[in-house]
């Protein structure tokens, strides 16, 4: 199964928006890459990422 990649963006609470990379399959959940990209951010010195699934922008790029 190939691997492709995905751009989620989350909004935090400083009014920014995080962009992370994500890399699965096509037919991957939409759930399954904004936790992988919000648990990447809760993970970093960032403020805070709002964790609400329907705030985040997910756009398979490649």
Do not use: K, N, T
């Not at 992988?36 to 970093?44: G, K, N, P, T």
Request: proline residues 5%.
């Amino acid at each position: 199964m190939e691997c492709r990649s995905w751009l989620v963006a989350l909004p935090a609470v400083d009014g920014r928006q995080y962009v992370y990379r994500v890399y699965a399959p096509e037919g991957a959940l939409l759930a399954d890459l904004f936790w992988e990209a919000w648990h990447c951010h809760d993970e970093s010195a960032f403020p805070r990422a709002w964790d609400l699934f329907d705030a985040a922008v997910i756009r398979q790029v490649g």
